[in-house]
């Protein structure tokens, strides 16, 4: 059968005392009651400590379906989940003050209305319109074929009758699907109850009928899964007028049926009749009391029985509920207070003044970013990084284990082979047989090698201005008030790229030039190179020590220079020495204009000493440049790059963006952040009542 949760109480129960925070008035007049009115079942968790609400309340979870404080439709009810039902009493008052509503909208003392939180701000003043809005809201979630859905709907009623509570009324367990209800509807709904009463801090009120056998209850059957000791349940009662005549429900009463430690407590509600003719809850509670006080064996305990004893009961329990694990609510509400606070401070507040006070502000954000810029670059980020590198210390990684290491790749004779050595002394010396070793040819082919070394150096001023734009960008999220302002996040952000894309190109120039300058003249007077006569005499001792192991191994051997120095790379690669691989290009001479017999002919013993003289000449200069570039690269990045831009960042920030006519426009709040803070504002101050009423507990 349908049933329903009835919220309201016609007079005074001195069974139920006022809370400790009504006033004088309240208290001398009636005290504040809820009157909970149930069918077959009821499953319900008390969140004890979940004060969302401004209002002074205990909050409870009490459970069966999904109407409230309304005479149930004649159509059975199709609750879409759990109900969420706030029951506020408007006569009590806050530690800190007066209770506050809307002034606008206040209504008349000691008069009731209801909101729900799809309807935000809407008052329902009759009750019947929140039982049609309930009906059409269940309508939109369900459709009109009995289906179900699990999203809740949330009614709020404010009234100087009822006791200050938060209940969730969870849905009746359907055995078997009608209408559109899936067919696994029974799996769903207990599912749904089980997670709301399985909160350890919950109070579960178990309804059943007293006409039926207790021990098919399944609502006892549900809260014994969570609660087997009974501790947080108690059990309810209903339909007492309905038991055949000479029984009664005493044993279950007094516990000798299922014992629970909370008890039971029996109330008689209106039958389907009353509902049709629309039987008023005053009438209904008269009528309640004196059945009690006229029952043979329910007059002894007629104090314990009906439903405003069971209103006060459920106040009593919730209150030593919220006693019981004040400290651990004392402690969650402050850290949740510090939590928001936090948030809250990040957000700013509402700017408000004249110019020059958003001068003044522009300026603080621009000075905090610079400086936070700098800090990076320098190693003094307070956000340090355990995972990656970052700021300048990724900048001497690309100098030192990328750039570096990507130069020291570059050997002398990559894409160089014999045959293209020999081939350029033989045009360097024309017509005639040299004498010596023709430097035009060096020159040559030094210069081809080192001009290998701009790609890499251009490449390093690319990674460099990479990282430098990353840094600029997690600078952002070191400004927390950065977030507030979007327009002026954005703006920075684009003058620092532009001031950094700026100085790419001067600094790429330099690298060009420092290339170019290495090959505009070769310096054969380097202390460091070997020169022309230590290269001829490291070459003869090579090939003497060549000849001698080669006799050793074999007196008889035949092989030329050019085998023995073919065999001894090979040796030497063998062993991991670097060195020039030998290539032999058989269509270079006729590429180059010679006869083919002509090129592949093998090299004599004259032209195999010029080639390992040049490659040695090749070696050493090409080292030294090498070494130049590696240092001088870095050097011109930092001097062109990254101290231009650290010495430069904040005066071009002030130039590009402090500017009278455009502060307005710079420090306007993005609509999320100015949503966000009201909220957090708003919860910091709920949070902080709760932490009153808490302490006054």
């Given at each position: 059968?349908?049933?329903?949760?009835?919220l309201k109480a016609p007079a005074a129960c001195p069974s139920v005392p006022p809370p400790r925070h009504a006033d004088?008035?309240?208290?001398?007049?009636?005290?504040?009651?809820?009157?909970?009115?149930?069918?077959?079942?009821?499953?319900?968790?008390?969140?004890?400590?979940?004060?969302?609400?401004?209002?002074?309340?205990?909050?409870?979870?009490?459970?069966?379906?999904?109407?409230?404080?309304?005479?149930?439709?004649?159509?059975?009810?199709?609750?879409?989940?759990?109900?969420?039902?706030?029951?506020?009493?408007?006569?009590?008052?806050?530690?800190?003050?007066?209770?506050?509503?809307?002034?606008?909208?206040?209504?008349?003392?000691?008069?009731?209305?209801?909101?729900?939180?799809?309807?935000?701000g809407k008052r329902f003043f009759d009750f019947e319109e929140i039982k049609a809005e309930i009906n059409r809201e269940?309508?939109?979630?369900?459709?009109?074929?009995?289906?179900?859905?699990?999203?809740?709907?949330?009614?709020?009623?404010?009234?100087?009758?009822?006791?200050?509570?938060?209940?969730?009324?969870?849905?009746?367990?359907?055995?078997?699907?009608?209408?559109?209800?899936?067919?696994?509807?029974?799996?769903?709904?207990?599912?749904?109850?089980?997670?709301?009463?399985?909160?350890?801090?919950?109070?579960?009120?178990?309804?059943?009928?007293?006409?039926?056998?207790?021990?098919?209850?399944?609502?006892?059957?549900?809260?014994?899964?969570?609660?087997?000791?009974?501790?947080?349940?108690?059990?309810?009662?209903?339909?007492?007028?309905?038991?055949?005549?000479?029984?009664?429900?005493?044993?279950?009463?007094?516990?000798?049926?299922?014992?629970?430690?909370?008890?039971?407590?029996?109330?008689?509600?209106?039958?389907q009749a009353d509902i049709n003719q629309k039987k008023r809850i005053t009438e209904a509670h008269k009528s309640e009391?004196?059945?009690?006080?006229?029952?043979?064996?329910?007059?002894?305990?007629?104090?314990?029985?009906?439903?405003?004893?069971?209103?006060?009961?459920?106040?009593?329990?919730?209150?030593?509920?919220?006693?019981?694990?004040?400290?651990?609510?004392?402690?969650?509400?402050?850290?949740?207070?510090?939590?928001?606070?936090?948030?809250?401070?990040?957000?700013?507040?509402?700017?408000?003044?004249?110019?020059?006070?958003?001068?003044?502000?522009?300026?603080?954000?621009?000075?905090?970013?610079?400086?936070?810029?700098?800090?990076?670059?320098?190693?003094?980020?307070?956000?340090?990084?355990?995972?990656?590198?970052?700021?300048?210390?990724?900048?001497?990684?690309?100098?030192?284990?990328?750039?570096?290491?990507?130069?020291?790749?570059?050997?002398?004779?990559?894409?160089?082979?014999?045959?293209?050595?020999?081939?350029?002394?033989?045009?360097?010396?024309?017509?005639?047989?040299?004498?010596?070793?023709?430097?035009?040819?060096?020159?040559?082919?030094?210069?081809?090698?080192?001009?290998?070394?701009?790609?890499?150096?251009?490449?390093?001023?690319?990674?460099?201005?990479?990282?430098?734009?990353?840094?600029?960008?997690?600078?952002?999220?070191?400004?927390?008030?950065?977030?507030?302002?979007?327009?002026?996040?954005?703006?920075?952000?684009?003058?620092?790229?532009?001031?950094?894309?700026?100085?790419?190109?001067?600094?790429?120039?330099?690298?060009?030039?420092?290339?170019?300058?290495?090959?505009?003249?070769?310096?054969?007077?380097?202390?460091?190179?070997?020169?022309?006569?230590?290269?001829?005499?490291?070459?003869?001792?090579?090939?003497?020590?060549?000849?001698?192991?080669?006799?050793?191994?074999?007196?008889?051997?035949?092989?030329?220079?050019?085998?023995?120095?073919?065999?001894?790379?090979?040796?030497?690669?063998?062993?991991?020495?670097?060195?020039?691989?030998?290539?032999?290009?058989?269509?270079?001479?006729?590429?180059?204009?010679?006869?083919?017999?002509?090129?592949?002919?093998?090299?004599?013993?004259?032209?195999?000493?010029?080639?390992?003289?040049?490659?040695?000449?090749?070696?050493?200069?090409?080292?030294?440049?090498?070494?130049?570039?590696?240092?001088?690269?870095?050097?011109?990045?930092?001097?062109?790059?990254?101290?231009?831009?650290?010495?430069?960042?904040?005066?071009?920030?002030?130039?590009?963006?402090?500017?009278?006519?455009?502060?307005?426009?710079?420090?306007?709040?993005?609509?999320?952040?100015?949503?966000?803070?009201?909220?957090?504002?708003?919860?910091?101050?709920?949070?902080?009542?709760?932490?009153?009423?808490?302490?006054?507990?």
């Open positions: 059968p349908s049933s329903q949760t009835e004088a008035h309240s208290r001398s007049q009636q005290a504040p009651r809820c009157v909970l009115d149930h069918g077959d079942l009821a499953r319900a968790a008390a969140a004890a400590g979940s004060h969302r609400q401004p209002e002074r309340r205990e909050e409870l979870c009490a459970g069966e379906h999904r109407r409230a404080r309304l005479p149930a439709p004649r159509r059975q009810d199709r609750h879409p989940a759990a109900a969420g039902i706030q029951l506020v009493n408007t006569s009590v008052s806050t530690g800190g003050g007066d209770q506050k509503y809307d002034a606008k909208s206040q209504p008349a003392s000691g008069q009731e209305w209801g909101e729900f939180l799809h309807q935000k269940t309508d939109r979630l369900t459709g009109t074929n009995k289906g179900v859905s699990d999203k809740a709907i949330h009614l709020k009623i404010f009234s100087p009758h009822v006791l200050s509570l938060s209940l969730v009324d969870l849905p009746g367990i359907t055995k078997n699907p009608v209408g559109d209800q899936p067919a696994n509807i029974e799996q769903q709904i207990r599912d749904m109850s089980l997670r709301y009463i399985r909160n350890p801090n919950s109070i579960i009120v178990a309804v059943s009928p007293a006409n039926a056998d207790l021990a098919n209850s399944e609502s006892l059957k549900l809260a014994k899964e969570v609660d087997p000791q009974g501790t947080r349940t108690l059990g309810v009662l209903t339909k007492l007028d309905l038991m055949d005549r000479g029984t009664d429900a005493m044993d279950v009463i007094k516990g000798k049926v299922i014992p629970l430690r909370l008890g039971f407590v029996p109330v008689v509600n209106r039958s009391e004196a059945f009690f006080e006229s029952h043979p064996r329910y007059r002894q305990i007629k104090h314990r029985c009906g439903t405003p004893y069971l209103a006060g009961r459920l106040n009593g329990l919730l209150l030593g509920h919220i006693k019981k694990v004040l400290p651990q609510l004392k402690v969650r509400i402050g850290n949740m207070i510090a939590e928001n606070q936090e948030k809250l401070d990040s957000y700013g507040l509402p700017l408000t003044g004249s110019v020059t006070n958003y001068g003044s502000i522009l300026l603080q954000l621009i000075s905090q970013f610079c400086t936070n810029y700098c800090n990076a670059l320098g190693g003094r980020s307070p956000d340090v990084s355990l995972s990656e590198l970052y700021g300048g210390a990724r900048i001497s990684y690309v100098f030192h284990q990328v750039f570096a290491k990507g130069l020291l790749q570059i050997q002398p004779f990559d894409r160089l082979s014999d045959t293209d050595i020999r081939t350029a002394i033989r045009n360097a010396t024309g017509p005639r047989p040299s004498l010596f070793v023709p430097d035009v040819a060096f020159e040559m082919l030094v210069k081809r090698q080192i001009a290998r070394l701009e790609d890499p150096s251009i490449q390093c001023v690319e990674m460099v201005h990479d990282e430098l734009t990353k840094v600029a960008t997690q600078c952002e999220h070191l400004v927390p008030q950065l977030k507030r302002f979007p327009k002026l996040r954005d703006q920075m952000l684009d003058c620092v790229h532009d001031l950094l894309q700026a100085q790419v190109a001067p600094t790429k120039k330099m690298i060009r030039d420092l290339v170019a300058m290495e090959l505009s003249y070769v310096n054969t007077n380097h202390p460091d190179f070997v020169g022309g006569s230590r290269a001829v005499h490291q070459i003869n001792r090579k090939l003497q020590r060549l000849k001698a192991e080669e006799k050793k191994r074999n007196p008889n051997s035949t092989a030329d220079l050019a085998d023995l120095l073919a065999r001894d790379k090979k040796k030497d690669q063998k062993q991991g020495i670097t060195g020039h691989v030998r290539e032999v290009a058989a269509g270079m001479a006729t590429q180059l204009g010679f006869g083919s017999a002509q090129q592949a002919a093998k090299p004599t013993e004259r032209e195999v000493v010029e080639t390992e003289i040049i490659k040695s000449l090749i070696g050493s200069y090409f080292a030294i440049v090498r070494q130049n570039i590696t240092n001088t690269v870095p050097k011109s990045i930092m001097f062109f790059l990254v101290n231009y831009t650290k010495d430069r960042i904040q005066s071009s920030l002030v130039r590009a963006l402090y500017k009278d006519e455009n502060f307005k426009m710079l420090l306007s709040e993005s609509s999320s952040i100015s949503e966000k803070r009201r909220q957090r504002t708003e919860l910091l101050a709920v949070l902080r009542r709760s932490l009153d009423i808490v302490n006054e507990v």
